[in-house]
């Protein structure tokens, strides 16, 4: 099993706060999602990156892709209560995904 | 248009008992997949049908079994349930075949509690 490493596991963090979570595997992916899971909800999709070195953003979250493409970041710029979530990593396409162990962000006013 | 609808949310069974849960998946989507949500384990995949033909598996055991129906419906089924069964059990729906990264839309998922 190719495991995809979240770190860290928890963050709890003030609003106006900037936090980065990471995305680390020891084998080389073809692409890599970001996922956020909000309680009594399922994963939604937040970006998708395929090209090692590749940055994306979305509003006050930036995503970047590994060189080697083994590892990814995902940074968010003054948090937000509405941030608050499980942020998880996916490899592997269309219905098959295997997630990371995942990160649980808790912002606070 | 509707999202994917799993039923029913939440679910309590005996050790012992059998369960069947139920998805149907946003329209026109022929892929559906099954994953299991636990606090220890984190998100598995379980299985995945295309076609009501399974195309992928998990490593789960032969107690965990799904099927899907002609108008892409699935549902999955946990005989012999144990304690540590216990988990939100979630369903994704996409529209490409097996292999496409086409996006994966997930259901909201049925808490199974075994006790």
């Excluded at chain 1, 995305?23 to 899971?37: A, E, G, K, P, T």
């Excluded at chain 1, 892709?65 to 499980?86: E, M, N």
């Excluded at chain 2, 055991?61 to 939100?88: I, K, Y």
Aim: proline residues 4%; hydrophobic residues 30%; aromatic residues 10%.
């Amino acid at each position: 099993t190719q495991l995809l490493e979240q770190s860290p596991q928890f963050l709890s963090i003030q609003e106006g706060e900037n936090l980065t979570v990471y995305c680390n595997s020891s084998s080389v992916f073809s692409s890599l999602q970001w996922y956020r899971q909000e309680p009594g909800e399922g994963p939604v999709l937040l970006v998708t990156v395929v090209t090692g070195g590749e940055v994306k953003k979305l509003k006050r979250l930036t995503f970047q892709f590994g060189d080697a493409r083994k590892d990814s970041s995902l940074h968010i710029t003054a948090a937000q209560p509405g941030d608050t979530g499980l942020y998880l990593c996916a490899r592997g396409g269309g219905n098959k995904l295997t997630f990371g162990t995942g990160t649980q962000l808790k912002v606070e006013l | 248009k509707a999202g994917v609808t799993q039923t029913p949310r939440y679910l309590i069974k005996t050790r012992g008992q059998q369960v069947t849960l139920s998805c149907s998946p946003i329209s026109g989507h022929r892929s559906v997949s099954w994953y299991q949500q636990t606090p220890g384990q984190g998100l598995q995949f379980l299985f995945e049908y295309f076609s009501e033909t399974q195309r992928n598996k998990g490593n789960f055991p032969g107690r965990f079994s799904g099927r899907q129906f002609s108008n892409s419906r699935s549902e999955m089924n946990v005989s012999t349930l144990e304690l540590g069964d216990s988990a939100l059990y979630l369903c994704a729906s996409s529209l490409g075949a097996p292999g496409m990264n086409t996006e994966a839309f997930f259901g909201q998922g049925t808490r199974l509690t075994v006790v």
